[in-house]
């Protein structure tokens, strides 16, 4: 039993609720907070700045409307890989054709290398402000090796711990919104009221803010981390084989992501508001990245606010980076049947290491590339999320309601209505705008 894993470590054996002998809620927290904070990459920051700064609050309601669609595809994903003791790839492998498989496996890749390398991109341009004069070329090579290193080098618990850390940074965006005069009434008239006017710009907007929020990469990692947390707690069985586990497995899992995702769709929300007080009251609109808005911000706002967004921009990809090559890694790996996990050391998971590292170097090669323009990496990788979440969504659902697969836990009632609520959403959103493209 690895050191530090007692049973009565284990949050998912006694009740999540605060008391005298009972952990805190920081302990039932894992898999869901860091796939919830996770999601607000730097890709993502450029997309609900852009947002805000073109549309004002018209798209707040968006982040409202999709918080139940995102708790129920990441609470689906979590209960495949607790209930299976596989990631949504190897189930795949074991349960789908293999061309299925290599299409899934493939296009997550492509998504999750593009987007890595815009986020790399986006914390070198970054720390250009914090550190006038600082090249960029190094910015991205610093960043992308200390990715590296913290996947590769630290002990799986003091890695989750060190991600849980980084959670934080994203308290940032608060602060940030707390020093803009914010319009109050009309971002509660944004998120109360859809707006959507039909035109092709908007809809590229909502296909590009679903896939920021929804995105594919999280599927798999939060599928991924819950067989992890299997072998760091010994004493927890996939459900097929202990079902007696499922109700305190379930009762974690729900509250897990309950907070995660309510916490990345709040630091959405304040970053659209900052964004809409600021930089679309005063006309500028033409927001090409994250260090764009933490730069327009400055004269706005004062330099705390853009220094702040700007340090935001750095904590979040350091959490995010790792999140896109591990679950590239995961699904990788899983795929071909090698051992996977950051809880194995490097010799146990040569394969599984290299893609993380190969993944990591791709990506920077990709926004190194003089020819790539960062706004094109980073709204380019938005879109390709929102594209492709879709039939990837499609296969999730088919697999978490399969009795062969998931046993008496096959997912039902409100879960899998909201599910497959999503999994429409995205396919409606996504055809709307290949629509007005083809027109």
């Given at each position: 039993?690895?050191?530090?894993?007692?049973?009565?470590?284990?949050?998912?054996?006694?009740?999540?609720?605060?008391?005298?002998?009972?952990?805190?809620?920081?302990r039932?927290?894992?898999?869901?907070?860091?796939?919830g904070?996770?999601?607000?990459?730097?890709?993502?920051?450029?997309?609900?700045?852009?947002?805000?700064?073109?549309?004002?609050?018209?798209?707040?309601w968006?982040?409202?409307?999709?918080?139940?669609?995102?708790?129920?595809?990441?609470?689906?994903?979590?209960?495949?890989?607790?209930?299976?003791?596989?990631?949504?790839?190897?189930?795949?492998?074991?349960?789908?054709?293999?061309?299925?498989?290599?299409?899934?496996?493939?296009?997550?890749?492509?998504?999750?290398?593009?987007?890595?390398?815009?986020d790399?991109?986006?914390?070198?341009?970054?720390?250009?402000?914090?550190?006038?004069?600082?090249?960029?070329?190094?910015?991205?090579?610093?960043?992308?090796?200390?990715?590296?290193?913290?996947?590769?080098?630290l002990?799986?618990?003091?890695?989750?711990?060190?991600?849980?850390?980084l959670?934080?940074?994203?308290?940032?965006?608060?602060?940030?919104?707390?020093?803009?005069?914010?319009?109050?009434?009309?971002?509660?008239?944004?998120?109360?009221?859809?707006?959507?006017?039909g035109?092709?710009?908007?809809?590229?907007?909502l296909?590009?803010?679903?896939?920021?929020t929804?995105?594919?990469?999280?599927?798999?990692?939060?599928?991924?981390?819950?067989?992890?947390?299997?072998?760091?707690?010994?004493?927890?069985?996939?459900?097929?084989?202990?079902?007696?586990?499922?109700?305190?497995?379930?009762?974690?899992?729900?509250?897990?992501?309950?907070?995660?995702?309510?916490?990345?769709?709040?630091?959405?929300?304040?970053?659209?508001?900052?964004?809409?007080?600021?930089?679309?009251?005063?006309?500028?609109?033409?927001?090409?990245t994250?260090?764009?808005?933490?730069?327009a911000?400055?004269p706005?706002?004062?330099?705390?606010?853009?220094?702040?967004?700007?340090?935001g921009?750095?904590?979040?990809?350091?959490?995010?980076?790792?999140?896109?090559?591990?679950?590239?890694?995961?699904a990788?790996?899983?795929?071909?049947?090698?051992?996977?996990g950051?809880?194995r050391?490097?010799?146990?998971?040569?394969?599984?290491?290299?893609?993380?590292?190969?993944?990591?170097?791709?990506?920077?090669?990709?926004?190194?590339?003089?020819?790539?323009?960062?706004?094109?990496a980073?709204?380019?990788?938005?879109?390709?999320?929102?594209?492709?979440?879709?039939?990837?969504?499609?296969?999730?659902?088919?697999?978490?309601?399969?009795?062969?697969?998931?046993?008496?836990?096959?997912?039902r009632g409100?879960?899998?209505?909201?599910?497959?609520?999503?999994?429409?959403?995205?396919?409606?959103?996504?055809?709307?705008m290949?629509g007005?493209?083809l027109l």
């Open positions: 039993m690895p050191a530090g894993t007692r049973p009565d470590d284990d949050p998912e054996f006694v009740s999540p609720v605060v008391g005298p002998s009972r952990p805190r809620l920081l039932v927290l894992g898999p869901g907070l860091i796939t904070a996770s999601d607000d990459d730097p890709s993502g920051i450029a997309t609900y700045a852009q947002a805000g700064a073109m549309f004002s609050y018209r798209f707040a968006v982040l409202l409307y999709t918080y139940p669609l995102m708790v129920a595809v990441q609470m689906i994903s979590a209960r495949i890989g607790r209930t299976t003791g596989h990631g949504i790839a190897g189930v795949l492998r074991l349960h789908a054709p293999n061309w299925l498989l290599q299409i899934v496996v493939v296009l997550l890749l492509i998504a999750n290398t593009a987007n890595l390398g815009a790399l991109g986006a914390m070198a341009d970054a720390s250009t402000l914090l550190v006038p004069g600082l090249p960029r070329w190094i910015g991205v090579l610093f960043y992308g090796t200390a990715c590296i290193f913290m996947q590769t080098f002990a799986y618990t003091r890695y989750v711990a060190v991600l849980k850390w959670c934080l940074t994203l308290f940032a965006y608060f602060a940030a919104m707390a020093v803009t005069e914010t319009d109050w009434a009309g971002l509660a008239t944004g998120l109360a009221f859809p707006h959507l006017d035109s092709l710009g908007q809809i590229a907007m296909v590009a803010i679903i896939g920021t929804i995105s594919p990469y999280l599927f798999f990692w939060q599928s991924a981390e819950e067989v992890e947390d299997m072998r760091v707690h010994p004493q927890r069985i996939d459900l097929l084989d202990a079902p007696q586990q499922a109700p305190r497995a379930f009762e974690r899992i729900e509250i897990d992501t309950l907070v995660g995702m309510a916490f990345s769709n709040l630091v959405a929300i304040a970053i659209l508001g900052t964004a809409a007080a600021t930089l679309n009251v005063h006309g500028i609109t033409d927001i090409r994250a260090a764009d808005a933490a730069q911000l400055r706005l706002a004062g330099a705390f606010a853009s220094i702040i967004f700007a340090a921009i750095i904590g979040v990809g350091l959490l995010s980076v790792p999140v896109l090559a591990g679950s590239a890694a995961y990788v790996g899983e795929a071909r049947r090698w051992p996977v950051y809880s050391r490097v010799q146990e998971a040569r394969a599984f290491y290299a893609t993380v590292v190969l993944a990591t170097i791709i990506g920077m090669g990709i926004i190194l590339t003089p020819e790539i323009e960062p706004v094109q980073l709204y380019a990788s938005a879109i390709l999320n929102g594209v492709i979440s879709a039939p990837i969504m499609v296969v999730t659902m088919i697999i978490a309601g399969n009795k062969n697969v998931m046993g008496r836990f096959a997912v409100a879960l899998k209505v909201f599910g497959w609520l999503a999994t429409a959403v995205a396919s409606a959103a996504v055809l709307a290949l007005g493209l």
